[in-house]
């Protein structure tokens, strides 16, 4: 018994300290930022109503977030479009990437004969191929689908091709003393190694992914009513409906904003067990 009175007590301050640390952590996370950016819009309420600059030039954050709610429905399912075309496109270049990276690091022959072709799809500005892409594809959905891929496959495929030849060269061939099958190898050995480079990846594929839906949707001049948020944005300029157009870009830095705390959070989940990028440690 007067044993774990000792321990206890000597665990209670432990636990103090690591409570506090906990609590500034939570704090320097979300307080202090959502802080800023209170006072941030206080401070652009307060010059756009103190010069009265008119809302066709610079509109107040009080219209912008009243013109959110008065046009929602169609912002809404413009958003909608938005993020299944981001989502759709991110999701094709994580298979195509991780597939041909894994063939690439698999066959060199392949890699040489392939890779100049991912790094011409990769340095030619998608507003130059995009009018091509509309021309030859008849849907709309799927030509803006093939854009917003060419933005997001190339971070993938080249880290992928990475991740997998940084396995350590020990390891490599002590699974191959052991006569490791070619599943135990890529199970245990290549994939731990490319993992940590997928996921750096996937942070930029994602706002890559929604940076090309946007560009492809602006070089398509697509409009409608199902069309996405880029529509929206031209819509508003070609009418001077500035406050609609500032609504639809925070719809879409919203969107950038979810897309990278979602690819974050499976970043700590992959990874923060093991990984040192994802170790939190106590200081």
Same mark, same amino acid.
Request: charged share 15%; net charge neutral; hydrophobic share 55%.
């Given at each position: 018994?007067?044993?774990?009175?000792?321990?206890?007590?000597?665990?209670?301050?432990?636990?103090?300290?690591?409570?506090?640390?906990?609590?500034?952590?939570?704090?320097?996370?979300?307080?202090?930022?959502?802080?800023?950016?209170?006072?941030?819009?206080?401070?652009?309420? +307060?010059?756009?109503?103190? +010069?009265?600059?008119?809302? +066709?030039?610079?509109?107040?954050?009080?219209?912008?977030?009243?013109?959110l709610i008065k046009d929602g429905p169609s912002l809404m399912a413009s958003?909608?479009?938005?993020?299944?075309?981001?989502?759709?496109?991110?999701?094709?270049?994580?298979?195509?990437?991780? &597939?041909?990276?894994?063939?690439?690091?698999?066959?060199?022959?392949?890699?040489?004969?392939?890779?100049?072709? *991912?790094?011409?799809?990769?340095?030619?500005?998608?507003?130059?191929?995009?009018?091509?892409?509309?021309?030859?594809?008849?849907?709309?959905?799927?030509?803006?689908?093939?854009? *917003?891929?060419?933005?997001?496959?190339?971070?993938?495929?080249?880290?992928?091709?990475?991740?997998?030849?940084? *396995?350590?060269?020990?390891?490599?061939?002590?699974?191959?003393? +052991?006569?490791?099958?070619?599943?135990?190898?890529?199970?245990?050995?290549?994939?731990?190694?490319?993992?940590?480079?997928?996921?750096?990846?996937?942070?930029?594929?994602?706002?890559?992914?929604?940076?090309?839906?946007?560009? *492809?949707?602006?070089?398509?001049?697509?409009?409608?009513?199902?069309?996405?948020?880029?529509?929206?944005?031209?819509?508003?300029?070609?009418?001077?409906?500035?406050?609609?157009?500032?609504?639809?870009?925070?719809?879409?830095?919203?969107?950038?904003?979810?897309?990278?705390?979602?690819?974050?959070?499976?970043?700590?989940?992959? &990874?923060?067990?093991?990984?040192?990028?994802?170790?939190?440690?106590?200081?």
């Open positions: 018994m007067q044993t774990t009175s000792i321990t206890e007590d000597l665990d209670a301050p432990v636990n103090t300290a690591q409570l506090r640390r906990a609590w500034r952590e939570q704090i320097l996370t979300w307080v202090m930022p959502i802080t800023v950016l209170i006072i941030a819009l206080g401070l652009w309420e +307060y010059l756009v109503w103190h +010069y009265e600059i008119p809302k +066709y030039l610079i509109p107040a954050p009080s219209l912008i977030a009243e013109t958003s909608w479009f938005t993020v299944k075309l981001t989502f759709f496109s991110l999701g094709l270049a994580i298979i195509g990437g991780v &597939l041909l990276g894994a063939l690439f690091a698999l066959s060199r022959p392949v890699e040489l004969s392939l890779f100049p072709f *991912a790094v011409i799809l990769q340095v030619t500005p998608v507003v130059a191929i995009a009018p091509l892409i509309l021309i030859y594809v008849d849907s709309t959905f799927a030509a803006l689908l093939i854009c *917003a891929w060419i933005v997001a496959f190339f971070p993938i495929l080249s880290n992928t091709v990475i991740g997998l030849r940084s *396995a350590d060269h020990n390891l490599s061939d002590l699974f191959t003393m +052991y006569r490791a099958s070619p599943w135990q190898r890529l199970r245990y050995l290549l994939a731990p190694s490319a993992l940590p480079y997928f996921m750096a990846a996937l942070k930029v594929a994602g706002g890559l992914a929604l940076i090309g839906a946007v560009v *492809a949707e602006f070089v398509a001049g697509a409009a409608g009513q199902h069309t996405g948020l880029a529509s929206r944005i031209i819509e508003s300029s070609f009418r001077s409906e500035i406050p609609r157009m500032f609504a639809a870009l925070v719809l879409v830095s919203l969107l950038g904003i979810v897309i990278f705390l979602l690819t974050s959070w499976a970043s700590r989940k992959v &990874l923060g067990h093991w990984h040192e990028s994802e170790i939190r440690r106590e200081n």
